[in-house]
């Protein structure tokens, strides 16, 4: 009874803290790009040092502003990837899975929700960026885009260093330089701990077996295998 009862309390307040992860990172996203949209034109740049910068594109693909597929098939794409994301959330929620592993996957749903944002709502809601005017929020319905055709807003900028001139094929060029937001930098930072420090939990699907308890009733079956034996 007691064991059940501490489950239950785990288990909540698991929940309570996924939920506020989700609506801390959906809120910080949006206020930041919010802020960019609102005050600066496609590709100004604000210097903050000389390896970091906002710089403020939009891009209507994927994570980094890469774009490999058409814009409606990518948000529809993400809907489904964010609803699996949140119907296995619930689920592990009720199995005991490590609190950590709760967080990052929280995360990870989170970043890719906000991204989902801006394709449902920016085109509704704000007109045009373009390099000379900035975009104003505008009645629902009459801004620049429809539904789920709306550009995700990008402003994280790290320069860090060129490439010397003499290299090959990156000679002269920016180490790093993709262009991302808040919600690119939860999902990505998810991602890398899963693989780093979750890889055996994400394979363990829906059930998940603490290993240490497996090396003990793997002991104790032994010891009575022994017993019988004996």
């Not at 698991?14 to 790009?33: C, E, M, N, T």
């Not at 960019?36 to 390896?51: A, L, S």
């Amino acid at each position: 009874m007691e064991k059940d009862l501490k489950e239950k309390t785990a288990v909540s307040s698991q929940g309570r803290l996924a939920v506020i992860i989700i609506l801390s990172v959906l809120l910080i996203d949006q206020i930041i790009k919010i802020i960019v949209k609102t005050n600066m034109t496609i590709g100004e740049e604000i210097f903050i040092t000389q390896w970091f910068r906002i710089l403020f594109v939009e891009n209507s693909g994927m994570a980094f502003g890469m774009e490999l597929i058409g814009k409606l098939f990518l948000s529809l794409f993400r809907i489904v990837v964010i609803s699996l994301f949140g119907w296995y959330l619930v689920k592990i929620l009720n199995k005991g899975f490590p609190t950590g592993y709760v967080v990052t996957v929280a995360f990870i749903l989170a970043g890719a929700a906000g991204n989902l944002f801006d394709s449902m709502f920016y085109g509704l809601i704000f007109t045009e960026s373009t390099p000379f005017q900035v975009a104003e929020l505008t009645g629902f319905g009459t801004g620049y885009a429809p539904f789920l055709y709306g550009k995700v807003v990008d402003m994280f900028y790290f320069p860090l260093w060129r490439w010397p001139d003499w290299m090959p094929l990156v000679g002269g060029g920016i180490f790093f330089s993709p262009v991302f937001n808040f919600a690119d930098s939860c999902i990505t930072c998810g991602m890398l701990v899963l693989i780093i420090f979750y890889n055996k939990v994400v394979n363990m699907g829906l059930v998940y077996r603490d290993s240490d308890e497996d090396e003990q009733s793997h002991c104790q079956d032994s010891g009575k295998n022994n017993e019988k034996e004996n």
